[in-house]
Structures are given as structure tokens and as C-alpha cells.
């Protein structure tokens, strides 16, 4: 019994991307709604089918097809997923009111002025903490932290819910001496000649967002520097080596660095969100909530001005 059991040790999370991947047929669509890149995804569904001894999946079907393995999984793997979801949110219930105090996680750039206020107003106590972007909403649904900051557009998930902190400006970052850095604001247009900062940790239906590509114009984006962190982009821009887009708040962030921002006037903004599980009943989530319901959804100046 425990020596087939042990062939079975997948692991919940690359049990959720079989399934995702099992729903939509084709790696890009599925790695865009797990929030990775199709390599990542098809290196775990290896992993996985190495572990099993089996193939699960047919790679040269168009779409691509499940295996009579992948069938049989897939058979039982939603109810394994919802019953691993009911045990964390079952054992998250329990640490919650083993402890009062509240956590929250944030991504960088996510825990502005504005939530630092919104902190300030807490009357119970909390503690921080930093989470990946990849993991924005998976933290809280997990139970690893009971509600974060995070910086939207996400993928769809279930049992979580999003509360709108603040709306803020997107702005072109640029290394200093720029032939646009001496601007007051700029249209995104202006800026299709240029290099742009890429990443290969997040789905390119992310990338695509805060890069603006394709550009209203029909303008494809040309990447350059792969960069994996926020300081890793400000050091990559300020070297000259690339161009940015991100978030106005970012500017206050990293005031000094030498980077100049520039507001982008032809562009949505971007938001700052609460995010928490649905119907949680954690008193302190309650009470983070109803502090951001009050403060309300506030709005960056659209003419915020360059920062150095």
C-alpha cells in the first residue's frame, strides 16, 4: 500500500496545474491562468509524469490530448483539490483563532502611503510580510497570510475576493539623461522605439498589461533585459541598458535612484487591492476591510509630476 502510495507523491499544487492544463488543452492559455510561463508548466507536468511513470499528456494532439493515464487522474483530481482546499481552510480556522493576530502580505510597491495609513487605523494587532508576485492571491487562499496587498491584474481564482485600495497612474521609468526623461508627461506611443524591460517569471498576458503591448497603434513591444526583481529593473533602466512601465507609486519607492518617471497620459492606471478569502470571519480581516471601505478608493493626481 505505502510503496504505490509513494508513486503518487505529486504534490497539490502540480496537481492544480494538471487539472488547469487538462481544462484548456493548450500550455499558454493554462500557464496564463496559474500565472507562470509555459516552459515552467510543462517542466512540472515532466516532473510529474516522471514521478507517476506515466504520460499524462498527448504533446503532439492539436489541442493536445489526455493519455488514458491523464483521464484517470484527471478523474479523481478534483475531488483530491477540493479536499486538500477544505483541509487548509479547516487547519487556517484553526491557527486563526489560535492567534489574534492578523496577517498580511504584500508585493513590492503594493504597501503605499495610502495602506499605510489604512495600517495605522488597524486596532488589532499584525504582523508583514513579503510575498512573491507570483503568489499574490495563492498566499491568501492557502492560508499562508489572511488577506494582502497586491498589485492587479491577476488570475482568476476561486474563493477570493478583491477590494479596490487605490488607482494610481502608470509612468514610463527612464535612465537619467533621456531624450524624453525632461518631460512633464508622455504618451505610451512615444515610446515604441525604445528597448523594454521583460521578465520570464509571470504570464505574458501580465507582461503584455504593464507593457502596453500590443500599443494602440498596432506597435508590437521589443524586450530586451530579462529582469526578476523591482530593483533589478531600476538598476537594469538606470544603466541605460532598457525602458520601463510601472506603477506611480513606485516613483516614491525609489525616489533618488537616479531613474526618472514619467506619467503615461494615454493609458489605464493600475491598482493597489485588498485581497481576502470570501466570507472569512477573521475579526481583523473584518476590520481591514471596513478600514478601506472607509478611506475609499482613492486616485493619484493624473498630473503627478516626474520624479528623479
Known sequence: MYENAARLDVGLRGLHAFVILAEERHFSRA???????????????????????VRLIDREARPLELTDAGR?????AHRILQEGEDLATG?????RRESATLRIGFVTGAAGSLTG??????????????IAWTEQTSAVASGEVDAAFVRPPLPAAGGIE????V????????PPGHRLAGRSSLSVLELNDEVHVTTDRMPLQWLAWWSV???????????????HTMDEQVQTVAAGLAVGITAGSIADLYLGSG????PLDDVEPCTVALCTRSRDSHPGVIELRRVVSELGAHEMAPDRRRRR
Not at 503591448?213 to 529582469?227: A, I, K, Q, S, Y
Open 31 to 53: 500557464a496564463a491562468r496559474l500565472f507562470v510561463t509555459p516552459p515552467a508548466l510543462s517542466q512540472q507536468i515532466r516532473r510529474i509524469e516522471s514521478s507517476l511513470g
Open 72 to 76: 484517470l487522474l484527471l478523474e479523481r
Open 91 to 95: 487547519l487556517a480556522r484553526v491557527r
Open 117 to 130: 495609513h489604512i495600517l495605522g487605523a488597524l486596532t488589532r494587532g499584525f504582523e508583514l510580510e513579503q
Open 162 to 165: 478583491l477590494q479596490t485600495v
Open 167 to 174: 488607482v494610481e497612474p502608470r509612468l514610463a521609468m527612464l
Open 213 to 227: 503591448d500590443p500599443r494602440p497603434d498596432g506597435r508590437r513591444v521589443t524586450f530586451g533585459p530579462v529582469v
Open 259 to 262: 531613474v526618472v518617471f514619467v
